[in-house]
């Protein structure tokens, strides 16, 4: 790594007037997760930086805030619930990881839209802010959750620096590859990844104004036994982000092939929409 390209991003900083020293700013950092100004991010080579208004440069990291139990083994929940601990090897491994780099899991995350799940954060020491979601509603929320560094990541930064990984070390160098988090938003006060309390309705008319046409076939859902099988989709995975840009009519067929959206291939409703649209092909 080239202590040079850190440098220029120091001159960068202090031709603005800024003071890259400590300041009780990463004091807050540090306690937990602030909202962040994206347009005060400074990108180089060896790494990126939230620049805040009195000039100190925080390095970031990025993690998923919102995890379905159902994705999650009820008996890990069952043993978490009862101690209150969800701390547990096990069942840490079932939640997501936190990247340290743009690795090839969140190249992959990007290609397919899910870049507005990822959260940015700062701290040294693994722990988060975490919550676990039941039918799209808060059930559980972690304020001091362990989680796992992305295994991509570890990879990545050892091959590159031929050192095994600390977060507390890492955190604390000035150095790092560059990770886009422009990508993504921010922090410990960003909404849930659930429907809003209106979502029926939006959906409902999204579907109408699309003329119950799905948009990925271009088969007809108008007829009332149909409707009930054509969904609303969220392009970018965010259920809270309800532009029309970011919405999608589609069948559930359709729907299924969708990333993220495998579950839905053992949905009954799946197999009775084929069903009733072969009666109509053939009828």
């Known amino acids: 790594m080239k202590i040079t390209k850190f440098l220029k991003l120091t001159e960068i900083v202090l031709s603005l007037g800024a003071d890259p020293g400590i300041t009780k700013l990463d004091a807050q950092l540090k306690a937990g997760e602030v909202d962040v100004d994206h347009e005060r991010l400074i990108y180089g080579d060896n790494g990126v930086y939230?620049?805040?208004?009195?000039?100190?440069?925080?390095?970031v990291l990025?993690?998923?805030?919102?995890k379905s139990i159902r994705y999650?083994?009820?008996?890990?929940?069952?043993?978490?619930?009862?101690?209150?601990?969800?701390n547990s090897v096990e069942l840490i491994q079932n939640f997501h990881k936190y990247h340290i780099l743009?690795?090839?899991?969140?190249?992959?995350a990007k290609s397919q839209g899910w870049r507005d799940k990822y959260k940015m954060s700062n701290n040294t020491n693994g722990i988060?802010?975490?919550?676990?979601?039941?039918?799209?509603?808060?059930?559980?929320?972690?304020?001091?959750?362990?989680?796992n560094c992305c295994k991509n990541c570890i990879k990545k930064y050892e091959l590159t620096t031929n050192k095994k990984f600390s977060l507390e070390e890492f955190m604390s160098e000035g150095l790092t590859m560059a990770l886009n988090a422009n990508e993504f938003q921010s922090s410990k006060y960003a909404k849930p990844n659930i429907y809003s309390n209106d979502w029926d309705q939006i959906s409902n008319k999204y579907k109408n104004d699309q003329n119950w046409i799905c948009e990925g076939c271009?088969?007809?859902?108008?007829?009332?036994?149909?409707?009930?099988?054509?969904?609303?989709?969220?392009?970018?995975m965010d259920k809270s982000n309800n532009r029309y840009a970011n919405l999608e009519a589609l069948c559930i067929k359709c729907h299924s092939e969708q990333p993220g959206h495998s579950q839905l291939n053992n949905n009954p409703d799946l197999l009775r929409f084929e069903k009733l649209t072969k009666v109509y092909k053939e009828g």
């Open 62 to 66: 990025v993690h998923i805030v919102d």
């Open 102 to 108: 743009g690795c090839s899991t969140l190249e992959q």
């Open 218 to 236: 271009g088969i007809d859902c108008s007829l009332s036994e149909l409707k009930r099988y054509l969904h609303c989709h969220h392009k970018n």
């Open 128 to 147: 988060f802010m975490y919550r676990l979601l039941e039918n799209n509603l808060v059930k559980i929320k972690l304020d001091n959750q362990k989680l």
């Open 72 to 86: 999650v083994p009820e008996y890990l929940l069952f043993v978490a619930e009862k101690n209150n601990d969800y």
């Open 50 to 59: 939230y620049l805040r208004e009195d000039g100190v440069l925080t390095k």
